[in-house]
């Protein structure tokens, strides 16, 4: 089977007139259809930095990104890659469907049956109601399931996730991932979500990568295995109840706290 | 509705009461003083002029046409170099924006030119244009186009470079930036430049008719003040009050419509 995608030796740098500063070094790692990884790590560790040249943002200096076995050539890859950023970035100009329906009308492939799926697809997670209202009307939460909708318009099957919940209030923030985390699960997406919220990487991935400092480069992957029936099944807040889950946390804590 | 809410809407009505009636008192006030003053010859009306001179003189100006001709020539020429600055620095600021080497090269000369006093040009201008409207046109466009230029390269280099990222994210080109993301997101921008700059038209408009015109306002107020008509040069005041208020209250309306799409 090929992986769906593969990192392989991945450095990039940045070049200021004082200098050149390492963002990442060395990063590999592959990822299998349908799994959910998670990126952990301090701030400034490149995080961000990484999902820009896996969506073909960004080039790296040295090493390959591989999907589905061949290279990235362009942003996005045609579709086949959707980035979520950190704010939803809803155009207060354009009602939520349009916002929705931003991916598909740039690439010129929105017909009015896509516009209606798209349209069944936010009235499918409570937004029905707002197809038509301004992104101001809404609340944290609801935006950035519009901003999700509008990433999937495009039916990615590989997805970035650039810490979308960590604009949100607390209780948003859990449910929206319990949201989110269904969605792309039921979708069978293929996901990484970039974090600096252990629990949160623990409760929604499959696999936990830890980045080093700046120059990133990959401390440890830990594997999220949960071992009741019901584990397997939980949703990101049953997750956070589960005997395991305190384990993980000591044990991605103590990959954090090592290298310091 | 209670009756603290009733108290609260009676209090804010009667505040606005109060302060639209106080502007009508004072200006009312000022006009009184003024024709008061001069019919008791406190002040000289042949200086001074006063408002009963300054009505009949808009009378006899509306009757012989020569009220609309020369607003008329006026607001021409402050309407054509108004549009001529909205396109020249919307053009000009877009430019700059999808080419920043251009933009640094530049932009010395463009702070240069925003700074140097324009009615200095006017002279200079006549020499090189003539004594026509032309000449009147380029200077009004002087007046405004260069800190437009800049207040709207500056608006448009600070948008989110989230957004410009989610737009490339998307397969998005550079087209799409602009189209998706530049313009909508400027059009406030847009809007608060253009009020300033239909101001500045105007000034640039009245410098150019003081030195080179035979019609319009500029004109009225500098023949006027040679023949020493001061009636007729505070006349020409009132009418440019009310054009400049005409202008502005056009874009507001402008604004209003955009906003409400």
């Given amino acids: 089977m090929i992986p769906k995608l593969e990192v392989k030796g991945v450095s990039c740098s940045y070049h200021r007139m004082e200098g050149e500063t390492l963002a990442l070094s060395h990063i590999e790692f592959t990822m299998n259809p349908g799994e959910f990884l998670a990126i952990a790590g301090p ?34 890859a045609g579709g086949r890659i959707g980035y979520m950023l950190q704010k939803d970035h809803l155009f207060e100009w354009r009602s939520i469907l349009s916002n929705a329906c931003l991916g598909p009308e740039l690439s010129g492939s929105l017909t ?41 318009a495009l039916k990615p099957d590989l997805l ?18 319990d949201d989110i985390s269904t969605i792309i699960r039921s979708a069978n997406k293929t996901a990484i979500l970039v974090t600096h919220d252990l629990s949160e990487a623990i409760s929604i991935a499959d696999r936990v990568l830890v980045l080093t400092k700046r120059p990133g480069q990959v401390k440890a992957i830990v594997p999220i295995r949960f071992e009741s029936e019901k584990g397997r099944t939980a949703s990101p807040l049953e997750r956070r109840n589960l005997p395991e889950f305190a384990g993980y946390f000591n044990q991605l804590w103590k990959e954090i706290q090592t290298h310091e | 509705m209670s009756s603290a809410q009733r108290e609260f809407l009676v209090r804010q009505s009667r505040h606005r009461l109060v302060v639209r009636s106080g502007r009508i008192l004072l200006f009312l006030l000022f006009l009184i003083l003024w024709e008061i003053t001069a019919k008791l010859h406190l002040i000289d009306s042949f200086i001074f002029s006063s408002p009963s001179l300054i009505l009949s003189c808009l009378w006899s100006m509306s009757v012989d046409g020569s009220l609309f001709y020369h607003t008329g020539v006026t607001l021409w020429e402050t309407l054509l170099s108004f549009f001529l600055v909205i396109v020249i620095s919307l053009g000009t600021a877009l430019l700059l924006w999808s080419n920043k080497t251009l933009f640094e090269v530049i932009e010395p000369f ?25 000449t009147i046109v380029v200077a009004a466009v002087s007046v405004a186009l260069f800190g437009a230029i800049l207040t709207l390269y500056t608006g448009f280099s600070q948008i989110n470079s989230d957004k410009v990222k989610l737009i490339y994210s998307l397969g998005g080109s550079k087209k799409d930036v602009l189209l998706k993301v530049l313009l909508p997101a400027s059009i ?23 030195l080179s015109s ?44 955009l906003s409400a799409n």
Avoid at chain 1, 126 to 149: C, D, K, T, V, Y
Avoid at chain 2, 110 to 134: D, Q
Avoid at chain 2, 188 to 210: Q, R, T
Wanted: net charge positive.
């Fill in chain 1, 160 to 177: 970035l996730l650039d810490e979308p919940f960590s604009a949100l209030d607390y209780q948003t923030r859990l449910s929206v991932s």
């Fill in chain 1, 43 to 76: 701030s400034g560790c490149g995080k961000s930095t990484l999902l820009s040249l896996i969506c073909g943002l960004l080039s790296p200096d040295q090493g390959k990104i591989l999907l589905d076995g061949k290279e990235v050539t362009r942003p996005g």
């Fill in chain 2, 188 to 210: 406030p921008l847009i809007i608060s430049n253009m009020k300033v700059n239909a101001g500045l038209c105007l000034v640039g408009v009245i410098i150019g008719e003081f």
């Fill in chain 1, 112 to 152: 009015s049956e896509r516009k209606e799926e798209i349209a069944g697809m936010l009235s499918d997670y409570g937004l029905g109601a707002f197809l038509h209202s301004r992104p101001s009307e809404l609340s944290g939460g609801m935006r950035q399931r519009a901003a999700l909708i509008r990433t999937l």
């Fill in chain 2, 110 to 134: 463009l702070v240069m030119l925003n700074s140097l006093p324009k009615s200095a040009l006017a002279p200079i201008l006549i020499v090189w244009l003539g004594n026509r409207t032309r």
């Fill in chain 2, 214 to 257: 035979k019609a319009g306002l500029g004109f009225l107020i500098i023949y006027s003040s040679q023949v020493f008509q001061m009636t007729l040069m505070v006349t020409s005041i009132v009418i440019l009050c009310g054009v400049s208020v005409l202008i502005y209250q056009g874009i507001t309306l402008l604004e209003k419509r």
